[in-house]
């Protein structure tokens, strides 16, 4: 083991910089041509197509005028199947052009199913339709791209209704037409027909997100919900989702002595969004407790358990996870006792929206180890998730989301992907590994704990995103078995709890020191991105790349202090900044030592590269729910180039030639290179391909040893590097906009880590000069005074 002197010490803060104005600014740049793609049927095939389709309108003109004579003033709308190669952007505005009339977009949503939904008014429009469809040759490419059209009619899960039980209490969405006069005078048709018939019952209506309203119903039998069926507005109707706490644990029937808040020393803060705080951490609790509910239908226990963990989950382990020793709470009881009140997803959600707005100006971290039982779509976000993600944006903070647990461990059946909630964007989802192994447990220490849901995300998005100590399980005689993690009940008594609602409290712990620690202003971005840089995997994990990224997210975070300072051999750079339509960031100057050439004249070291963007998001758009998406690419070319702006398609002056993006998998060997430094090894490496856009936060960690062969040419000194990121917009919101006047960008942070894995190259102070001398403007992150450095932390 290399002894380090006084000068390894891992003091160094991490550095921001900026783009230079002018210098580093880019504008984007057309492309393309007008050639039809392969797929465009042509001659008899393209005819049968036009007359399977002009059929297809034909059977559902009855429907849509039944509909539209019950109903008048209210649009029907019809559904056209999309086939996959056609789901690119570059053809949605053809599909925009063929279902409008008179320049009135009609196109109103995306299904998760791929189909386009669009607005009918009146009968004529189907005429029109039809016409089109007839003049086949003109519109070969829509007629082309269109498996089917059909009506749409209500999405309809029923509830199942027990013999104890008379009423079911459904959730319905009605359409946003994108017109709010003609939006409201639909709802007030709806309660109309709700309350003309005695079958129905309209409980509440809750705000979900700026434009989306869910309405509470109950129902008092199945085949009534049929008569809802031709009111053209209803969107779908499904079972209200009830909260649910999936846990197990034990009492050692000991009790524990909890530290008192030192009155000279500042702490962290954290909103704890759960079933209460009790007595026995009273002196950390700031302000009275917010609640709806009478004290008598409370149970503090979770509450006060998670709370615990967040405080002094190292203290209870004995081990130094977070390095957080007190942590500030505001208490938020925002569900009841389950076994005295039913808590549905709509009261769930008024109650968080109503407890951070609460607060939102002074607190920014929120803990939410609660959630819905029921486990995402593939290809559509959940109604819960995307409420959080309204209500984080609409209070600017950040909350900390538990995956979710499952019991298919018990029947031997694999982990369920993440529960309703756990799929918000702007939120960081936590899942649970194993923090020790007993002998009948079934997760070895380290690994994916056996109840911890897992991912991907709706539409393939890495969620959870990353990893903590939530407990393990396995058989002990057949019987269940809990090696669970340790906090405290609301009487003071140790437990010990497994679940994935107890390593998330850890996550908030991290992230509240964090923003503690940095006197920076608050910034969820930020945030998100210097912990998701942190995460690496457990060293016993050997699973493929894509099994982590589903099970551990991008892996355990590490402690706040690690987080923001280097040692002398490595450099850590921020890029925030905001990326408008139409521009892009080119820095051809990006600061990459000289010092890290090796004897052979090729660029040696770690590059570790992580984005986290804020994605425009849009409601009812199914899969394409993220509506814009950031590209990083980072790089080496041979020189700058002059331009000729005079050309139609060139709008920069300054070019490169030569350019290779070295954040591309295809160019390391799939083995280990030789000579690669022990301590960067395969279940470290996470070099991740985004060929599927719009994942909101990506990550690469690549070893330049790691080249084959072959590609060793592209960092060969004199090579200069370049750092590149570039938007991307889908063609609903780019209508959206215009129609709003709306100009449109994304927030965004981009952290890069050099590394010298030999640890021999100042690569800190030869950044930080490079910086200088290409005139970037940068600094040290911003931290408290009184920060405590230890100068040995564990070697990557």
Same mark, same amino acid.
């Given at each position: ?27 984007? /740049? ?85 189909? &386009? ?15 089109? &469809? ?16 059909? =009506?749409? #009619? +209500? ?20 359409? #946003? ?29 809750? *705000? ?19 008569? &809802? ?14 909260? /649910?706490? %999936? ?7 000991? !009790? ?26 009273? +002196? ?33 382990? @004995? ?16 569900? +009841?006792?389950?076994?005295?009140? !039913? ?14 707005? *609460? ?29 959080? #993600? ?13 995956? @979710? ?51 991907? $995300? ?26 669970? %993690? ?13 679940? =994935? ?22 910034? +969820? ?27 551990? $997210?991008? $892996? ?5 202090? /690690? ?25 051809? #100057? ?42 990083? *690419? ?11 702006? =005079? *050309?139609? =398609? ?7 030639? @030569? ?50 062969? $072959? ?22 919101? /780019? ?17 890069? !880590? ?6 021999? !190259? ?35």
């Amino acid at each position: 083991m290399e002894e380090r002197g006084n000068g390894s010490q891992r003091n160094l803060p991490i550095r921001v910089f900026e783009k230079r104005q002018q210098v580093d600014e880019r504008l984007t /740049e057309g492309g393309g041509n007008d050639q039809p793609p392969k797929w465009v049927l042509q001659g008899e095939e393209l005819q049968i197509r036009s007359k399977l389709l002009q059929t297809n309108v034909s059977s559902v003109k009855e429907n849509i005028e039944r509909k539209l004579t019950k109903f008048s003033y209210i649009p029907a709308v019809i559904k056209a199947k999309i086939s996959d190669q056609a789901l690119a952007k570059s053809h949605r505005s053809d599909f925009v052009q063929f279902f409008n009339t008179l320049k009135q977009d009609k196109i109103i949503g995306f299904s998760e199913n791929h189909e &386009l939904l669009i607005r009918i008014d009146k009968l004529a429009q189907l005429s029109e339709i039809t016409q089109k &469809l007839n003049k086949f040759e003109g519109n070969a490419k829509i007629i082309s791209s269109i498996e089917s059209i059909d =009506t749409f #009619d +209500p999405i309809i899960e029923l509830s199942p209704v027990g013999p104890e039980k008379e009423v079911s209490v459904y959730r319905i969405q009605l359409f #946003d037409y994108k017109d709010t006069l003609l939006n409201k005078k639909i709802f007030e048709a709806f309660k109309q027909l709700l309350s003309n018939n005695n079958h129905f019952r309209l409980v509440k209506s809750v *705000k979900y997100t700026d434009n989306v309203e869910m309405h509470r119903v109950i129902v008092d039998s199945a085949e009534a919900l049929e008569e &809802l069926e031709d009111f053209q507005a209803i969107m779908a109707i499904e079972p209200m989702p009830r909260m /649910e706490v %999936v846990e197990d644990d034990f009492f050692d029937g000991s !009790t524990t002595q909890i530290p008192l808040p030192i009155s000279d020393i500042s702490y962290p803060i954290v909103g704890v969004l759960d079933s209460g705080i009790a007595d026995v951490l009273k +002196p950390w609790v700031v302000g009275n407790r917010y609640t709806n509910y009478p004290l008598d239908r409370l149970n503090s226990d979770h509450g006060s358990f998670v709370s615990g963990i967040i405080g002094f989950g190292d203290l209870f382990e @004995g081990q130094s996870y977070t390095g957080v020793n007190g942590c500030h709470f505001v208490d938020c009881a925002i569900f +009841p006792d389950r076994n005295k009140e !039913t808590l549905y997803e709509d009261d769930l959600i008024d109650n968080v929206r109503e407890a951070i707005e *609460k607060y939102s100006d002074r607190i920014k971290i929120w803990n939410m180890s609660i959630g819905m039982g029921y486990e995402v779509k593939h290809f559509e976000f959940s109604k819960l998730g995307m409420a959080l #993600d309204n209500i984080q944006d609409e209070n600017d903070v950040l909350i900390i989301k538990s995956a @979710g647990n499952c019991r298919n461990f018990l029947s031997g059946n694999p982990n369920g992907r993440i529960a309703g909630g756990a799929d918000s964007v702007r939120a960081l989802t936590v899942g649970s590994i194993a923090h020790s192994e007993f002998p009948t447990d079934i997760a070895r220490k380290n690994h994916l704990s056996p109840f911890s849901r897992i991912g991907p $995300g709706p539409a393939s998005i890495i969620k959870p995103d990353l990893v903590h100590y939530g407990g393990n399980a396995g058989f002990h005689n057949n019987n269940p078995s809990y090696n669970g %993690v340790s906090s405290i009940l609301s009487d003071g008594r140790k437990a010990v709890k497994v679940g =994935t609602s107890f390593s998330t409290p850890r996550i908030s712990s991290i992230a509240a020191d964090l923003n503690h620690k940095m006197k920076e202003d608050f910034d +969820p971005i930020l945030l998100k991105c210097l912990i998701l840089h942190s995460c690496k995997y457990p060293i016993e994990v050997t699973a493929s790349i894509n099994d982590k990224l589903n099970e551990l $997210g991008f $892996g355990v975070p590490k402690a706040a202090n /690690e987080i923001l300072f280097n040692d002398p051999y490595e450099i850590t750079l921020i890029l925030r900044d905001t990326l408008h339509k139409g521009d892009f960031i080119e820095i051809l #100057d990006f600061p990459f030592p000289q010092s890290l050439v090796d004897q052979s004249g090729h660029y040696n070291g770690q590059i570790f590269v992580t984005m986290v963007n804020h994605p425009i998001l849009e409601n009812g758009q199914a899969s394409e729910y993220c509506q814009s998406n950031l590209e990083v *690419k980072l790089g080496t070319y041979d020189q700058k180039k002059q331009r000729d702006i =005079t *050309k139609r =398609t060139i709008r920069n002056e300054i070019g490169r030639d @030569g350019g290779h993006n070295l954040l591309r998998a295809s160019i390391y060997s799939k083995k280990k290179a030789q000579g690669a430094h022990k301590t960067f090894s395969n279940t470290e490496k996470m070099l991740v391909q985004y060929g599927d856009k719009f994942y909101p936060n990506k990550k690469y960690v690549l070893d330049l040893s790691e080249l084959t062969p $072959g590609n060793k040419k592209y960092i060969k000194s004199p090579k200069s590097w370049y750092l590149k990121v570039e938007g991307l917009y889908r063609d609903f919101i /780019e209508r959206t906009a215009e129609r709003s006047r709306m100009p449109l960008s994304q927030e965004f942070c981009v952290i890069i !880590t050099i590394r010298d894995p030999q640890r021999k !190259t100042p690569v800190y102070t030869d950044v930080t000069r490079l910086l200088d001398n290409f005139n970037f403007i940068h600094r040290n992150i911003q931290v408290e005074q009184n920060i405590q450095i230890r100068g040995d932390l564990s070697s990557e």
